[in-house]
């Protein structure tokens, strides 16, 4: 799957993770055959299975079962000398998790990509990516080592330490969890009460493959909510900030409002009714306590991957955004990354994209902007990824050694089918 499109420019492994996703609820919907997408999704697999996995900075497509960032178009190895990524690997492998559990029948194909899926996932090394374990780091590279950093606090990383702690082969300690709740930020801003993170991605991406609904941690249980519930309030947050409007930028409103990691118009700067703004281009736009990024760049995204949490405000925001915008926003696969209406008052030339006198509009789709966008809508139509994800053995062993109980998950962490995963760790 590319990064973008149509200004092709490299693979992007996460993308992958929402494409294989995809497939299913093409098949579900009928924009493709179960044939189609069961073709698709086992040659991607093989090529997954297949990529050399080694140190060598250039002919690698991963190592230790993770997988670098950006791979190129041609030949799937490493792009240029981006990161072995521990983020973007759980985002492919949740899709590589939801395929291996999605194609079910006896069919010899179906049961090529079982297999091959869960030897992809059992391949991965969880525990090596830790330098300073409990957590886990972001990244290593073949010419420096490990990332200084961890993924601790909120982040879209639930996946990762979930995914990490339900391997039968590389689990991580269930300490990590722990650890990582213990940096969160519980704060109230615009009248909503929840664990803070600015851009809405972070509170979207997991749940695209776990249902939250019910189910809890210890922190959550404290609060008295769930992570569900939790995402519901920041986008609620994020809704009223637009209405709000704080810097004035043209067109916020109750239905025109989202913020989230997207293209933007230009890396410049311009003076607009007497202030200055700050334009960008790709940057992880988003607002809450203490932390506000925004340069008027509104991604419909961001709004469209609530659209679970709060389907009362955001379908109505997606509709009017497509009324107001027409078909420079909406074409034919639906929204592009990003749009900006206050850029064409600062006379500046954009780095991408088209300006008329309404807004700025990037012209390309990013994968992983609409993954999001379909695979919600999937899950707020019917539950469809979240059905699937739930009769996963290694989702469900990760959820319980991250101490989650409650909801759904009532009397999983004892099963049968949970106590053989387990079993099988060496």
């Keep these: 799957m590319p ?10 492994v996460a993308a992958i993770g929402f ?27 093989r090529f ?43 985002l492919m492998m949740a899709g590589v998790l939801f395929v291996q559990s999605y194609f079910d029948r006896a069919h010899p194909d179906e049961s090529q990509i079982r297999s091959l899926a ?15 374990p409990p957590l886990i780091a972001m990244a290593w590279r073949p010419e420096s080592g490990m990332h200084g950093y961890d993924y601790k606090g909120y982040e879209e ?18 300490a990590a969890w722990p650890a990582r709740i213990a940096n969160y930020k519980w704060d109230t801003f ?65 239905d025109v409002w989202g913020l989230t990691a997207s293209n933007g118009p230009a890396d410049a700067k311009a003076t607009i009714d007497g202030r200055t703004v700050q334009f960008h281009t790709y940057w992880a736009r988003g607002a809450s306590s203490g932390d506000i990024r925004d340069d008027g760049t509104i991604a419909p995204t961001a709004a469209a991957g609530s659209l679970p949490f709060a389907p009362e405000i955001v379908a109505p925001a997606l ?23 206050t850029f064409p008052l600062a006379a500046l030339k954009p780095s991408v994209g088209v300006v008329d006198t309404q807004a700025w509009f990037e012209t390309n789709y990013l994968g992983i902007d609409q993954g ?24 469900v062993r990760g959820l319980c050694r991250a101490g989650f109980a409650g909801g759904w998950m009532q009397g999983r962490c004892g099963t049968t089918s949970n106590s053989q995963v387990a079993n099988s760790q060496p």
């Design 19 to 45: 494409g294989l996703t995809a497939y299913g609820v093409g098949a579900e919907r009928g924009y493709v055959t179960r044939e189609q997408a069961r073709s698709r999704t086992l040659t991607t697999l």
């Design 3 to 12: 990064d973008r499109w149509p200004s092709i420019n490299f693979s992007s």
């Design 372 to 395: 999001p966008i379909v695979l919600m809508a999937a899950n707020h139509r019917n539950g469809l990824v979240w059905r699937v994800m739930k009769t996963n053995p290694y989702i």
């Design 319 to 341: 509709k009017a955004m497509q009324a107001k915008y027409g078909d420079r926003l909406f074409t034919k696969y639906g929204f592009v990354d990003a749009f900006n209406p």
């Design 157 to 174: 990383a639930m996946i990762l330490y979930v995914l990490a702690l339900g391997s039968p082969t590389h689990a991580i300690s269930p």
């Design 118 to 132: 869960d030897a992809l996932y059992r391949r991965v090394e969880w525990s090596w990516m830790q330098p300073r």
């Design 48 to 90: 997954l299975s297949n990529a050399p996995q080694t140190t060598d900075p250039v002919d690698a497509t991963g190592y230790r079962g993770f997988f670098y960032h950006f791979l190129d178009m041609e030949q799937g190895r490493r792009f240029k000398t981006v990161e072995l990524s521990a983020i973007d690997t759980a």
């Design 190 to 254: 615009y009248g909503q009460e929840f664990i803070n993170y600015a851009p809405l991605f972070i509170h979207q991406y997991s749940h695209i493959w776990i249902d939250f609904r019910g189910i809890q941690d210890s922190y959550t249980r404290e609060k008295g909510i769930d992570y569900f519930e939790n995402s519901r309030r920041a986008t609620y947050a994020q809704r009223a900030y637009a209405i709000d409007n704080p810097n004035r930028f043209r067109d916020y409103s109750a």
